[in-house]
């Protein structure tokens, strides 16, 4: 029987799980987390039962449909709280995926590995935040934290909060905060019109097949409205102030690559701030079991989801930012491949078909939101860029400038940018940005800050630690697993 | 009281009626329900900061809230470096904020950051 280990449980990875089983072949599902659905369905703990909690969802019965599914079927293992922190290449088959198991950054966790037939990576993605000054003061949060709190614990962030950055995500975010109680004085898309046109207005009869994304985003805008909630464009954060919290921003125009606009600028008061500039794919799995990357860094697919490196697949946001439609078809599809089924087989006409629809959402996406080259002009010499080393812009360039070096690898050691507990998922990019255009000619090494062979944080102790076989470790019922990580 | 749950009473998710889960925060109970996380907890009582930073002693708290940024690193139960918005917080856990200041070199004083978390 073929061995499929799906890893993330998001709407990729639980679509790929049952596409797997639907071919009958034995699949382990991980998570980081202690419950399905990924940080889209991310929604209240067991503890916490609400009756109509399908309001705040997209495509809530879908997730049910799924877990439900999955949960009562034997052949489908599945292990919550489970930290992959290393795969392993092997001469033969995708490799080695070494996990921990057990409360998050607890002591004494549980270390398993496995060695399947096949891999489905659907680790998803993390808010792309870009750097200005102050965005290190508490009550300045990411639109996923503002977003994950209202959703799984009903929290507001603040009382009086804006929203900023680029993208359709920060509607679901001004969204989740008004539903939790915040009043959300304006949220600020830095594009402006002529680039939403760019994006989202050519070729609009490929969009028809997308209503249900177009019925998503309405619903976001209706409620939008209904909450008098000033939308503007070509605006943005460009400060946050206060001495131990953030106490009130700074916003004001920007041209169309992000430059802001001198003597445009409003102070407002707020108790928080909630930026989100896009999306950054969790990538270093894939990176350690040697898939090829895309231009843009994705992973790059063939049309069954297949990566460069054998017997691993790529399914949802890693392989770019398309939203949770593409992310089921995606999974779909590779949990079908992974299992030893085909792209022709009948039973996956429809979502062969649901992909081509979904997939031209993530170039919009990019044409209309996307991160434009002006964006450093919001830095000052001492703005925080790697918040966990706390390396400054101004140290940064003075690096760069007296060495001369074209290296990201050298300018990360020398200034440790990048270095922190965070192993750059915040910062890495926009360091890279940085740096490639202070160094004349762009950066020359190669390197990228997606590589990080140990791809989640683990005690010495348990690193140390005797590996559990995994077959011997079976998980008697949810209820353990879930109570293992309180 | 910035940051605050959404009294169930008034969500419009018909919440059933939550339970208690009281812990420690620097020696203070707080109280928060059963299933939050520690952050959740520590924000939804009106702390925003969590720790201090090594090298500028400057006050951080939860940024990314799904355990990518680490920003809201605590000690819990005598464990350091646990992600507060990752840890769900169980009924007496006792929580302290962490600061590590930077060994000081030749000539220089060490950072010495407020003590007080807000």
Same mark, same amino acid.
Request: some cysteine.
């Given at each position: 029987?073929?061995?499929?280990?799906?890893?993330?449980?998001?709407?990729?990875?639980?679509?790929?799980?049952?596409?797997?089983?639907?071919?009958?072949?034995?699949?382990?599902?991980?998570?980081?987390?202690?419950?399905?659905?990924?940080?889209?369905?991310?929604?209240?703990?067991?503890?916490?039962?609400?009756?109509?909690?399908?309001?705040?969802?997209?495509?809530?019965?879908?997730?049910?449909?799924?877990?439900?599914?999955?949960?009562?079927?034997?052949?489908?293992?599945? =292990?919550?709280?489970?930290?992959?922190?290393?795969?392993?290449?092997?001469?033969?088959?995708?490799?080695?995926?070494?996990?921990?198991?057990?409360?998050?950054?607890?002591?004494?966790?549980?270390?398993?590995?496995?060695?399947?037939?096949?891999?489905?990576?659907?680790?998803?993605?993390?808010?792309?935040?870009?750097?200005? #000054?102050?965005?290190?003061?508490?009550?300045?949060?990411?639109?996923?934290?503002?977003?994950?709190?209202?959703?799984?614990?009903?929290?507001?962030? /603040?009382?009086?909060?804006?929203?900023?950055?680029?993208?359709?995500?920060?509607?679901?975010?001004?969204?989740?905060?008004?539903?939790?109680?915040?009043?959300?004085?304006?949220?600020?898309?830095?594009?402006?019109?002529?680039?939403?046109?760019?994006?989202?207005?050519?070729?609009?009869?490929?969009?028809?097949?997308?209503?249900?994304?177009?019925?998503?985003?309405? /619903?976001?805008?209706?409620?939008?409205?209904?909450?008098? =909630?000033?939308?503007?464009?070509?605006?943005?954060?460009?400060?946050?102030?206060?001495?131990?919290?953030?106490?009130?921003?700074?916003?004001?125009?920007?041209?169309?690559?992000?430059?802001?606009?001198?003597?445009?600028?409003?102070?407002?008061?707020?108790?928080?701030?909630?930026?989100?500039?896009?999306?950054?794919?969790?990538?270093?799995?894939?990176?350690?079991?040697?898939?090829?990357?895309?231009?843009?860094?994705?992973?790059?697919?063939?049309?069954?989801?297949?990566?460069?490196?054998?017997?691993?697949?790529?399914?949802?946001?890693?392989? /770019?930012?398309?939203?949770?439609?593409?992310?089921?078809?995606?999974?779909?599809?590779?949990?079908?491949?992974?299992?030893?089924?085909?792209?022709?087989?009948?039973?996956?006409?429809?979502?062969?078909?649901?992909?081509?629809?979904?997939?031209?959402?993530?170039?919009?996406?990019?044409?209309?939101?996307?991160?434009?080259?002006?964006?450093?002009?919001?830095?000052?010499?001492?703005?925080?860029?790697?918040?966990?080393?706390?390396?400054?812009?101004?140290?940064?360039?003075?690096?760069?400038?007296?060495?001369?070096?074209?290296?990201?690898?050298?300018?990360?050691?020398?200034?440790?940018?990048?270095?922190?507990?965070?192993?750059?998922?915040?910062?890495?990019?926009?360091?890279?940005?940085?740096?490639?255009?202070?160094?004349?000619?762009?950066?020359?090494?190669?390197?990228?800050?997606?590589?990080? #062979?140990?791809?989640?944080?683990?005690?010495?102790?348990?690193?140390?630690?005797?590996?559990?076989?995994?077959?011997?470790?079976?998980?008697?019922?949810?209820?353990?697993?879930?109570?293992?990580?309180? | 009281?910035?940051?605050?749950?959404?009294?169930?009473?008034?969500?419009?998710?018909?919440?059933?009626?939550?339970?208690?889960?009281?812990?420690?925060?620097?020696?203070?109970?707080?109280?928060?329900?059963?299933?939050?996380?520690?952050?959740?907890?520590?924000?939804?009582?009106?702390?925003?900061?969590?720790?201090?930073?090594?090298?500028?002693?400057?006050?951080?708290?939860?940024? $990314?809230?799904?355990?990518? $940024?680490?920003? $809201?690193?605590?000690?819990?139960?005598?464990?350091?470096?646990?992600?507060? $918005?990752?840890?769900?917080?169980?009924?007496?856990?006792?929580?302290?904020?962490?600061?590590?200041?930077?060994?000081?070199?030749?000539?220089?004083?060490?950072?010495?950051?407020?003590?007080?978390?807000?």
């Amino acid at each position: 029987m073929i061995q499929v280990l799906v890893i993330g449980a998001g709407p990729a990875g639980l679509a790929a799980a049952r596409a797997a089983r639907r071919l009958g072949a034995s699949v382990t599902l991980l998570d980081s987390s202690d419950q399905l659905g990924g940080q889209f369905w991310r929604h209240l703990p067991a503890a916490r039962p609400a009756a109509r909690e399908r309001i705040l969802h997209h495509g809530w019965d879908t997730f049910q449909s799924l877990s439900a599914t999955l949960e009562s079927d034997g052949g489908c293992r599945i =292990i919550r709280s489970a930290n992959v922190f290393a795969l392993e290449t092997a001469a033969a088959g995708p490799g080695t995926v070494h996990v921990i198991v057990g409360a998050p950054d607890g002591v004494g966790r549980k270390r398993l590995s496995f060695s399947p037939d096949a891999i489905v990576l659907a680790t998803g993605a993390h808010d792309r935040t870009l750097p200005f #000054p102050g965005w290190d003061l508490p009550g300045v949060f990411t639109g996923g934290a503002a977003q994950a709190l209202a959703k799984g614990e009903r929290l507001a962030v /603040g009382r009086r909060v804006v929203v900023s950055g680029a993208g359709p995500f920060l509607l679901p975010v001004a969204a989740s905060l008004v539903a939790v109680g915040s009043r959300v004085l304006g949220v600020y898309e830095a594009n402006r019109l002529p680039a939403l046109v760019r994006g989202w207005l050519p070729r609009p009869w490929q969009l028809l097949g997308a209503w249900k994304k177009g019925a998503e985003l309405g /619903g976001y805008a209706r409620g939008h409205l209904a909450h008098r =909630i000033p939308y503007k464009l070509g605006r943005a954060v460009v400060a946050a102030h206060g001495t131990d919290r953030v106490e009130s921003v700074t916003v004001a125009e920007i041209t169309a690559d992000w430059t802001p606009i001198p003597g445009t600028e409003r102070r407002i008061a707020v108790d928080a701030v909630c930026i989100s500039h896009g999306f950054t794919p969790r990538l270093e799995l894939a990176v350690a079991a040697g898939c090829a990357l895309t231009l843009e860094r994705f992973v790059r697919v063939d049309d069954r989801q297949h990566s460069s490196a054998p017997g691993v697949y790529a399914a949802g946001e890693i392989t /770019g930012i398309g939203g949770v439609d593409l992310a089921l078809a995606e999974g779909t599809i590779a949990g079908h491949a992974a299992a030893g089924g085909t792209i022709g087989d009948r039973a996956l006409r429809t979502t062969v078909r649901g992909r081509r629809t979904f997939q031209g959402f993530a170039a919009r996406i990019e044409a209309a939101h996307g991160i434009r080259a002006g964006w450093p002009e919001m830095l000052t010499s001492d703005t925080i860029v790697c918040r966990c080393e706390e390396v400054t812009y101004g140290h940064l360039c003075e690096t760069a400038e007296s060495t001369g070096s074209r290296s990201l690898r050298a300018i990360k050691l020398s200034t440790r940018a990048g270095l922190g507990i965070c192993q750059g998922r915040i910062c890495g990019r926009s360091v890279e940005e940085l740096l490639a255009c202070r160094a004349g000619g762009g950066l020359v090494d190669g390197v990228n800050t997606d590589r990080r #062979p140990i791809s989640g944080t683990i005690r010495l102790g348990e690193l140390a630690a005797a590996v559990t076989p995994a077959d011997s470790y079976r998980l008697t019922s949810t209820s353990e697993s879930s109570k293992g990580t309180l | 009281m910035p940051s605050r749950l959404l009294p169930f009473c008034n969500d419009s998710i018909r919440p059933a009626s939550p339970t208690p889960v009281t812990i420690t925060v620097n020696g203070e109970p707080m109280t928060g329900v059963t299933g939050q996380s520690l952050a959740g907890v520590i924000l939804a009582g009106g702390t925003l900061g969590f720790r201090h930073t090594s090298v500028a002693g400057r006050p951080r708290g939860v940024f $990314c809230g799904i355990g990518v $940024c680490y920003d $809201c690193l605590v000690e819990v139960n005598d464990q350091r470096d646990v992600r507060a $918005c990752q840890r769900r917080a169980a009924e007496g856990d006792v929580v302290r904020s962490q600061h590590d200041p930077l060994p000081a070199g030749p000539g220089e004083a060490t950072p010495t950051p407020g003590v007080t978390a807000s």
